[in-house]
């Protein structure tokens, strides 16, 4: 064992000691007995600094085996936690918090009511054990239990909005179970801290899949270039958030997905380019149908007659791409829903559809991407504080109501129209990862629309203004 470099000075000190000792007595320095007692006190010294040695590296190999089994305490904008020190065993603490003030205007609902909103409390927990076998569980404290933003007795009734179990036995072969987003649509894909806009289009909210209960596979094949996804689910309406409750129809949907990625990870002008298909088939009975709501989630302007039920086929199919380059990133989905209804003896089979083109633009240079954005330079006050990133949005989009739901299964009694396309601008203020604030103004022509009580050629227009903290 080799002494320390410390050690190796103590040892080159006391031989210079005894050397002094030496020279400066010449008298005992021939005394054979003196010369022997010294370097019996050299080796002694030796002997000490050789243990003194293998105490530190005995305390050095004791702390290097702790550090490998002691649990690692985690404060990030990741969210908070722990974990083993070999990553196998992990627990997260996450969450996002939404506030709103929204503004209505326009002629279509004059009694429209202004105000403070709370849009997302939202905790999240989630782990991971062995590696590969994960949880998530979010409750929802904001708005009222069944989602909408309209006001009353049902407001701020807690709800569940994830709990599921995850198998991520190979990148291109997992599993999850339980109550998640179906693989279908691409901005509903998007994490709620991601989306750009404050609402999501009418595609998510009125069309394609909110939440199911059922279970998924899906992983990334052909080198990470193209993603799959199958699923199996209860099936829930259009837009549709399930209950964690039994299903009430035996029927079942079954959801596919194909979404490819053919230049990610390289120097193409194209790395950012993804586009799939998804969609959706399944067999519901029996259930009522949704009302279709406006950009500002807290009107309808189409709601189907009471006693309209699904008869039997639902189909959805949802193109879909997104490209993002430098700066500049564009969104784009298309959706259509077939379903077949009846009210009383009338039976038919509707088609209603929606599209949107969403674009955003970081005025202050980062990359902008399908997930969020990490400004160069975080919001900090005082002299070295940055300002944060700057994000301008716009978006176009419009849903189209089937012409054969007039005849038959329209609410007279309710506000209605055929179509209804809106036009968005807007801005982001990330001022670091995880905080944000946002303000959009969106205006909605409706057209069409039967009785007295037809939206055709009214105006809404919605103004809403958000800070958000997400970790």
């Known amino acids: 064992m080799k002494p320390s470099k410390k050690n190796k000075q103590a ?49 050095a190999e004791e702390a290097a085996a702790k550090q490998k089994t002691a649990p690692v305490l985690v404060a990030s904008e990741k969210g908070f936690g722990f974990k083993s020190a070999d990553g196998d065993f992990e627990y997260k603490f996450k969450g996002i918090v939404q506030a709103d003030y929204r503004a209505f205007g ?13 849009r997302r409390i939202r905790p999240t927990f989630e782990g991971t054990v062995f590696g590969k076998y994960g949880f998530r569980f979010t409750p929802e404290f904001g708005e009222s239990g069944d989602g909408s933003a309209t006001t009353g007795s049902s407001q701020n009734k807690s709800r569940v909005v994830d709990a599921y179990l995850d198998a991520r036995l190979d990148p291109a072969f997992q599993i999850r179970v339980g109550k998640h987003k179906p693989f279908v649509g691409l901005e509903r894909l998007q994490a709620s801290a991601d989306v750009k806009f404050i609402e999501r289009s009418y595609i998510s909210n009125n069309i394609l899949p909110n939440r199911d209960i059922g279970i998924s596979i899906s992983g990334d094949i052909l080198n990470k270039k193209l993603n799959y996804a199958v699923g199996l689910f209860n099936g829930v309406v259009d837009g549709g958030d399930i209950s964690t409750a039994q299903d009430v129809n035996t029927g079942k949907d079954f959801t596919a997905r194909l979404f490819a990625t053919p230049y990610a990870g390289t120097d193409s002008k194209l790395a950012g380019l993804g586009f799939g298909i998804a969609g959706s088939n399944g067999n519901t009975r029996n259930s009522s149908l949704v009302s279709y709501k406006s950009p500002g989630q807290a009107n309808t302007f189409f709601t189907y007659k009471s006693g309209t039920l699904s008869n039997g086929n639902r189909n959805r199919v949802s193109p879909q791409a997104h490209y993002y380059y430098g700066p500049f990133g564009v969104l784009t989905e298309y959706a259509v829903v077939n379903q077949e209804v009846f009210n009383g003896s009338t039976k038919s089979k509707l088609k209603n559809d929606a599209w949107h083109v969403s674009a955003s633009y970081l ?16 919001f900090k006050s005082g002299g070295d504080g940055g300002w944060g990133a700057f994000e301008l949005l716009a978006r176009y989009q419009k849903a189209n109501i089937d012409a054969n ?8 009694g309710k506000d209605n129209a055929s179509s209804a396309s809106s036009w968005l601008v807007g801005v982001n203020w990330y001022l670091n990862e ?34 958000q903290l997400a970790f």
Do not use: C
């Open 11 to 59: 040892l080159v000190a006391a031989t210079l000691l005894a050397t002094l000792v030496s020279s400066a007595f010449p008298a005992y320095a021939d005394d054979k007995e003196e010369i022997e007692r010294l370097r019996s006190l050299i080796q002694e010294l030796d002997q000490r600094v050789r243990v003194l040695d293998r105490k530190q590296e005995i305390a």
């Open 106 to 118: 326009g002629d279509a609902y004059p009694s429209a009511v202004n105000g403070f909103l709370a």
């Open 363 to 378: 005025l202050t240079g980062e990359d902008a991407s399908y997930k969020g954005v990490k400004p160069f330079s975080p």
């Open 405 to 412: 739901s007039f005849s038959t299964f329209v609410d007279s």
């Open 434 to 467: 995880d905080a944000k604030f946002a303000v959009n103004f969106e205006r909605t022509d409706f057209n069409g629309g039967l009785t007295s009580k037809a939206l055709n050629g009214k105006q809404e227009e919605f103004l809403v203004a958000r800070y």
